[in-house]
């Protein structure tokens, strides 16, 4: 459902794409996306990295962590909305 103003469109979106190659898709991007940031928390869990490392590295750092938690809930939202039409 997209709306904008006084306009309302509904799609069909399981009549649009291939809904088990994109939950394929999705789950193979939610396993990199956990990789990513247990790699990333073990990182800023380094005491030696946060103390040493110039703080734009250690910022950027946390901005990845924070960039990947969110593509990770976003992934986990359309996942189980993507599921709804396979039942």
Known sequence: ?????????????????????????????????????????????NKSFVRNAPEEIVAGTKEKLEEYKNKLKVSTELTKHLKSFTI
Do not use: C
């Not at 193979?28 to 800023?44: F, G, S």
């Open 1 to 45: 459902k997209i709306s904008s103003g006084s306009y309302v469109v509904n799609l069909d979106v399981a009549e649009l794409i291939d809904v088990s190659k994109e939950l394929a898709r999705l789950e193979e991007e939610r396993k990199n996306l956990e990789k990513a940031i247990k790699r990333n928390q073990a990182t800023l869990k």
